[in-house]
């Protein structure tokens, strides 16, 4: 018997537990706001039905096309601007597996600010950020002119697993719902770690050749 609307019990599960791990991680937008996907096929992912994902449960994500049609389960409205944020990353990007939206803390100030996040964490580097974090221009929320300046500024940096989205918050990519919330965490971390160094005598960028130097390391324990 064919299944035509698989429930993806797993991947479920996989953004489940990335939500919870943002809250224990103390890395959330306060308000809880959020929304998670997970590619599931070349043509489809699994996103959360509303903006609010403290105590998300399996029930609380569809099945969606990556050209916008809901396969199962309803979109809160809210949530139904966001698609083209999440599948047309998917599109541009194969090799990510997950996305999540939020407004941290201290990313959404640099978002504020419209300056990017500078790479001078040792964890952005075996996260593999070693770029600086872009902004893109601000636009109305899931516009066309808001999706393609995220897509526009993706093009431009190749290499980069985050957006910070000018007065709005952060934009993260990974091979996984949990490397994508592990990745958040560092992202969010760094962000902290810039504004106190700030009040000291501002962070330092790293030597050079660092990233070689921190990959060769990984290597040898792999």
């Known amino acids: ?39 599931v096929s070349n043509d489809s992912m699994l996103l959360t039905i509303e903006g609010h994902v403290r105590g998300l449960r399996n029930e609380g994500i569809a099945l969606v096309g990556l050209d916008g049609s809901v396969i199962d389960g309803k979109l809160d409205p809210a949530n139904a601007e966001i698609v083209t944020m999440h599948s047309e990353v998917y599109k541009i990007r194969p090799d990510v597996h997950g996305i999540i939206h939020t407004h941290s803390p201290s990313l959404l100030s640099f978002a504020f600010a419209h300056a990017e996040l500078p790479c001078r964490y040792e964890a952005m580097l075996r996260f593999e950020q070693a770029v600086a974090v872009p902004v893109v221009p601000w636009a109305p929320r899931g516009t066309e002119r808001s999706v393609g300046a995220i897509i526009d500024v993706l093009r431009d940096n190749p290499n980069t697993k985050a957006v910070l989205l000018a007065n709005h918050g952060v934009l993260v990519f990974g091979k996984s719902p949990r490397d994508t919330a592990l990745t958040l965490t560092v992202l969010e971390e ?26 060769a390391g990984i290597s040898r324990f792999s």
């Open 190 to 215: 760094a962000a902290a770690a810039e504004l106190d160094a700030a009040t000291l005598s501002g962070a330092k960028n790293f030597p050079a050749g660092a990233l070689d130097q921190v990959l």
């Open 1 to 39: 018997m064919t299944i035509e609307n698989p429930r993806y019990d797993d991947e479920r599960d996989a953004i489940v537990q990335a939500a919870a791990l943002l809250f224990q991680n103390e890395v959330m937008s306060h308000s809880g706001h959020a929304n998670l996907s997970a590619r």
